[in-house]
């Protein structure tokens, strides 16, 4: 599932580490395995081999260029939201023409740098933004191809703040709108409408969402090609859960198994957009424990990383596994010490800087590392400078080697553009 494996007690990355690691680059810091980033995305092209697809990696779960060019090196395509993914998905070498946009609220410059740079489509999520589309296409002299993002309302039993194919949701259109848009088509002289988007959630762990949501699209798009309407590209969306705590999700090939009997009956090329399924096991955060505060009723475990480097606990109260990064020569953490129940906390001068309640772990001491698993998708991307923290260093292991991929933030970078 992932390259991070305690030895004799010790835990590596791919054939480092991490405890050799830490004092060249400090604490805390992300660390990323190549190796699973690369398996996770073969794993998935794999599954889907047997149709004509498209992998667009969605940088929002790490825009890191470094980990963008491996996924460019292996074929993938890039799913972004704003111009600023936009431009690093170019810089990491991922090809225009593999490059879908999605989101709500694209302004009128990203519109006009995502024609200019001729990426393979945008999807459109309301009327207004596509007559925009049209008269920005129309000012360039360009035909702008587009897919029309449906609302399947389908619940995807995920964290309410990640559920996105809902009715109530702000994403997409319904699927009254959006026919009657492709009925339209011909009055939108600067837009060539080619397919359908849907995306119904994040760390989505069973099929049938999927199912359920691709069961009426392809309703929607029989009844299109009655009308003389055909599509050439449908795209399922992102959202392939992980195992965090002790979900069990569905595999690339069940996803492809559920899946390609439908996507096949109506013959358009797939396009999905995973983030999390690729990159979220490939990484960790390395934290190293500043002091033990017992209370009354509580012992704190405080480390060096808060809510600032990886607010997902604080913010979804989402279970992240954190385990110490050594053990008694020759044994696991676990076995080493007594076990204590402990709140595991950042610096940060908030009650919700956390990374863990009432959480089970090994005895620790100031000094020691702690890894907190299953960060490599929207940890650093959601990172910030809260407290004005420098953000950590991000670390990519490939083999026995390592390399430092983004630099730790220094002072100077906490002021940049200020007077
Ligand atoms: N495509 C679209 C249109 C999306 O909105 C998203 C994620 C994806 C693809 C990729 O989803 P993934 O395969 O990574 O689940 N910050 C949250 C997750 C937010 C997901 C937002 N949209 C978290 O930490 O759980």
Redesign the pocket.
């Known amino acids: 599932m992932h390259d991070f494996k305690y030895v004799e007690g010790e835990l590596f990355c791919e054939e480092m580490r991490v405890e050799e690691i830490a004092p060249k680059v400090g604490t805390p810091f992300y660390l990323y395995s190549s190796k699973t980033l690369v398996d996770h995305y073969r794993k998935l092209d794999k599954a889907f081999s047997s149709l004509p697809h498209l992998v667009c990696y ?1 940088l ?2 790490n825009s890191n260029l470094a980990m963008c060019k491996l996924l460019a090196q292996e074929g993938a395509g890039a ?1 972004v ?1 704003s111009s600023g993914e936009l431009f690093k998905a170019l810089k990491a070498g991922m090809p225009a023409q593999r490059i879908v946009f ?1 989101g709500v609220g694209k302004t009128e410059e990203e519109i006009e740098y995502a024609l200019k740079a001729q990426i393979l489509m945008l999807n459109v999520e309301s009327v207004p933004e596509l007559d925009l589309i049209n008269e920005v296409a129309g000012r360039l002299g360009k035909k702008a191809q587009v897919s029309l993002r449906v609302n399947p309302d389908v619940d995807p039993q995920t ?1 309410a703040y ?1 559920a ?1 194919g809902r009715k109530e949701n702000k994403f997409g259109l319904s699927m009254e709108v959006a026919r009657e848009l492709f009925e339209r088509r011909a009055e939108f002289t600067h837009l060539k409408m080619v397919g359908v988007h849907a ?1 119904i959630g ?2 989505i762990t069973s099929v049938r969402p999927y199912v359920e949501a691709l069961q009426k699209i392809v309703v929607f798009i029989k009844d299109l090609e009655r009308g003389g309407i055909k599509l050439e590209y449908l795209n399922v ?4 859960g992980i195992v965090y705590e002790t979900e069990i999700p569905s595999t690339a090939e069940e996803f492809a198994r559920a899946l390609l009997p439908l996507i096949k009956q109506v013959q358009a090329k797939v396009i999905l ?5 690729i990159v979220g096991n490939a990484g960790i955060l390395v934290t190293r424990v500043l002091y033990v505060k017992k209370t009354a009723v509580k012992t704190f475990v405080i480390v060096d990383a808060g809510m600032n480097d990886l607010i ?1 606990p604080s913010l ?1 109260g ?1 279970y992240h596994e954190i385990r110490p990064t050594s053990g008694r020569k020759g044994t696991m953490p676990e076995s080493d010490k007594k076990l204590i129940v402990a709140d595991i906390v950042g610096p940060i001068c908030e009650s919700g800087d956390f990374f863990a309640r009432d959480r089970e772990i090994p005895e620790v001491e100031g000094g020691q590392l702690l890894a907190i698993f299953g960060a490599g ?2 940890g650093f991307s ?1 990172s910030s400078n809260y407290n004005c923290r420098p953000r950590p260093p991000e670390v990519l292991v490939k083999g026995d080697k390592f390399q430092v991929i983004r630099e730790r933030e220094k002072y100077e970078d906490l002021i940049r553009g200020e007077v």
């Open positions: 969605s929002k779960a799913d939201v999605a964290h990640v996105t995306h994040s760390q969306g992102g959202g392939m957009e995973p983030g999390r399924f997902r979804y989402t998708a929207y959601m």
